[in-house]
């Protein structure tokens, strides 16, 4: 059954207080937060448990738009701006 994990709790990185499982796969009514697979590994098969439970949809979206960690994003933006900053140097 899908509420069978629902009682575990964990601190939730985004909103800075603990949680319970069926927060992260309900959020606001139905929708499962994207960061669900990279927060619940360490504490049992959260993929295992929940791709029996989703639509061949709903499991794509999960895996597939997985966003990406903040680092990655940081080093992408110091490229960018290093790039933009060459771009204005005059070439010299």
């Known amino acids: 059954m899908l509420s ?3 009682h575990r709790v964990r601190r939730c990185p985004r909103l800075g207080h603990e949680v319970r499982f069926r927060y992260c796969r309900t959020q606001e009514g139905d929708r499962i937060c994207p960061h669900i697979l990279d927060c619940w590994w360490e ?3 959260v993929a295992g ?3 029996p439970h989703l639509a ?3 499991w794509e ?3 597939v738009r997985r966003p990406r960690p903040k ?3 940081i080093l992408e933006l110091i ?3 290093r790039n933009a900053a060459g771009r204005t140097d005059g070439g010299d």
């Open 71 to 73: 680092v990655a994003g």
């Open 56 to 58: 061949a949809q709903e």
């Open 49 to 51: 448990f929940l791709r």
């Open 61 to 63: 979206r999960l895996v």
């Open 43 to 45: 504490s049992f098969d």
């Open 79 to 81: 490229q960018k701006a």
């Open 4 to 6: 069978d994990e629902d």
